[in-house]
Structures are given as structure tokens and as C-alpha cells.
């Protein structure tokens, strides 16, 4: 009998899937978000989960907790193009947990919300053994307007908003003990692109998109399999953050393919559509990079001086063995 350590999280959400009755919604399974019709939109639904184990390290303070599981929930609408308009949480907290402890998550939960005008309306609170805490959001966007995962063609470009390995230089320093706020605060505070996203779906070029929280590597496997597809990346046109570039003897491109936890978003478009998409997020204060290309053959290609090699899949997957390392 296989274990959820054999087949990791993305084969049992595949088992889930087949077992559920598929009922009359736009976008189910598989997707960033969940999407019903609603008149000329479409409501999108997202959730998702933190514990103490996996995603809260020992330095974290309750209001980064609060902010992290808000901002991982609304990148996920902001992927889909969407506006957010409110979460609900779900606190499960040991007995002993301080007060200071609850209000202090509780503001940095709030500020997260309404800095991205959305609205935290509820929830539930119950006892549990470990910090646990879920997160479910809700957004519009117009039907015309939502970037799916599912779309790419061969001849597409790809491209990816911000710089990556933000998240793996905050964890550096977080490991090496280093103060550096502006470091840590990649990790531990990302911020949702949702200006982003929203940019992006008004110019209806995107033909697919979803954020890069697992990883560079592990998004493009997951969009190859969805897409039946492969992509052709340029090592050296991915935008690095400049914090992780100043780490002398790491390797700052392992990091930003692999690390994860930046919550940029990646996209495909026709590339003589590439500019407007471009200018777009410019207007938002990001930049959008283009980073590769979608290919027939169904491999994922890295390329560097020239020279070709195949994109090992080194990104997070819960209950698998094979994690960033």
C-alpha cells in the first residue's frame, strides 16, 4: 500500500479530483483558484493551509504568521487576474497560546488584507496541538479577463513578474543568524502580486499563469503537465533578486529556480504580445521579464553559454521525499 510519502501532494490532489463528483463550476481542481460563474465574472475561490512544522520558523513573530497566511491566500487570486474581496480565517491554536500572541497575528493578518483592499469577515477558532492556521479567499474577475494554467501553446514566451530568490535570501540569513530586515522580510512577508495579476488580465494577451510559490523548476513542471507541453528557459535572463546575488560562493540561479516561496507570478503569451503585457506591469511599479519559451517537445530545457541541459524538478512538494534542497 503507497504512502503519501511515495506519491506526494500533487498525485493524492490528482486522487482527490477523481474521486469527486464534478459539479457545475467553471474551474475546479487543478488551478490556483476555483471559479464559478456569477453574471459577467466569475467568483474565485481559494485556500490554503500553514503549520508551525512546515512554513513557521522559530524567528517568525505572530504578526508575520498573520501576514504569511493572508498574502500566500490572495497570491493565488492574484494569479487568476482577479480582485480580491475577502478571507476568512480558521486559527487552530495550542491551549496556552498568549493573548499578545493572537492580537498581534490578528494585525498582522489585517494589515495584509487591507493593504491589498480585502477584508478579513470571519472565520473559526479551535483548539490544536500545533499552530495551524487556513486561509480561504474570495475573488472577481471578469470571465474575458481570467488567466487560467491551462492554455499555452508552442511559440508562446515566458516570462515572470519581480525578481526570484527573495524568499531563499531571507532564509539564508534567517539560517546564518543574519539581521538583515530587508532580507528576511522576502520570506517571511511576501507580497501578493496582485496589481500584477490584475494589470495582466486587463490586457487579455496571458495564456497561462500562476504563481511561483513552489519554485521556479516545480511551476514549470506542473504547467507541462497541464499543457502538455515543454519550455525552453534562459538561465541567464532570470532576474535574480539582488540580495541573493551579493552571497559569494552560492550558487543565487540553484536558489531562484528551486527555493520557492517568492509568490511572483509566471506567464505565457504569443510573443509579439510580450511589450504591452510588459508595459502593463511596469505601470504597477513591478517589471515583467521574459525568461524562455514553450516548446513542442515535452522536456524543460535550461540554457546557458550556449550549451542546453534538462531542468531537474527540485521545487517543495509536501509529503514527498524530494524537496529543495
Known amino acids: 500500500m503507497k504512502k503519501l510519502s511515495d506519491l506526494g501532494e500533487r498525485k493524492a490532489i490528482q486522487i482527490i479530483s477523481d474521486i469527486l463528483s464534478k459539479g457545475k463550476v467553471a474551474v475546479g481542481i487543478g488551478d490556483d483558484c476555483a ?29 508575520q504568521i498573520g501576514w504569511f497566511i493572508v498574502a500566500i491566500n490572495l497570491s493565488d487570486i492574484a494569479a487568476k487576474g482577479g480582485k480580491p474581496l475577502g478571507l476568512v480565517l480558521s486559527l ?47 475573488g472577481l474577475v471578469k470571465k474575458d479577463e481570467f488567466m487560467a494554467r491551462k ?43 496582485l496589481k500584477d495579476g490584475m494589470a495582466l488580465a486587463k490586457t487579455k494577451v496571458v495564456t497561462s499563469s500562476m504563481d511561483i510559490s513552489d519554485g521556479l523548476s516545480s511551476s514549470l513542471y506542473q504547467l507541462r503537465d497541464l499543457n502538455k ?21 552560492f550558487d543565487a540561479y540553484y536558489h531562484a529556480m528551486h527555493f520557492g516561496g517568492d509568490y511572483e507570478l509566471i506567464v505565457t503569451m504569443p510573443k509579439n504580445r510580450f511589450m504591452e503585457a510588459q508595459r502593463a506591469v511596469e505601470k504597477t511599479g513591478n517589471n515583467l521579464t521574459q525568461i524562455g519559451r514553450v516548446t513542442k517537445d515535452k522536456k524543460i530545457m535550461i540554457k ?22
Open 151 to 193: 492554455g499555452t501553446k508552442p511559440g508562446d514566451i515566458v516570462a515572470v513578474t519581480g525578481t526570484l530568490g527573495n524568499a531563499a535570501a531571507g532564509y539564508y540569513a534567517l539560517k546564518h543568524g543574519i539581521k538583515d530586515r530587508q532580507m528576511l522580510k522576502g520570506f517571511l512577508e511576501p507580497t501578493p502580486r
Open 35 to 63: 471559479a464559478f460563474e456569477f453574471e459577467k465574472n466569475y467568483l474565485l475561490v481559494t485556500t490554503d493551509m500553514i503549520s508551525k512544522k512546515t512554513h513557521i520558523p522559530k524567528m517568525m513573530s505572530p504578526w
Open 304 to 325: 546557458t553559454n550556449n550549451k542546453t541541459r534538462v531542468l531537474e524538478n527540485k521545487g517543495y512538494e509536501h509529503f514527498i521525499k524530494r524537496r529543495y534542497s
Open 92 to 138: 487552530g491554536l495550542p491551549k496556552n497560546t498568549s493573548e499578545s500572541f493572537l492580537r498581534e497575528l490578528i494585525k498582522g493578518a489585517d494589515k495584509c488584507a487591507t493593504q491589498h483592499d480585502a477584508m478579513i469577515v470571519g472565520g473559526d477558532t479551535k483548539e490544536n496541538n500545533e499552530i495551524t492556521l487556513c486561509g480561504t479567499a474570495f
Open 229 to 249: 507541453v515543454g519550455f525552453e528557459i534562459d538561465k541567464e535572463k532570470i532576474p535574480l533578486s539582488l540580495m541573493l546575488k551579493r552571497k559569494k560562493g
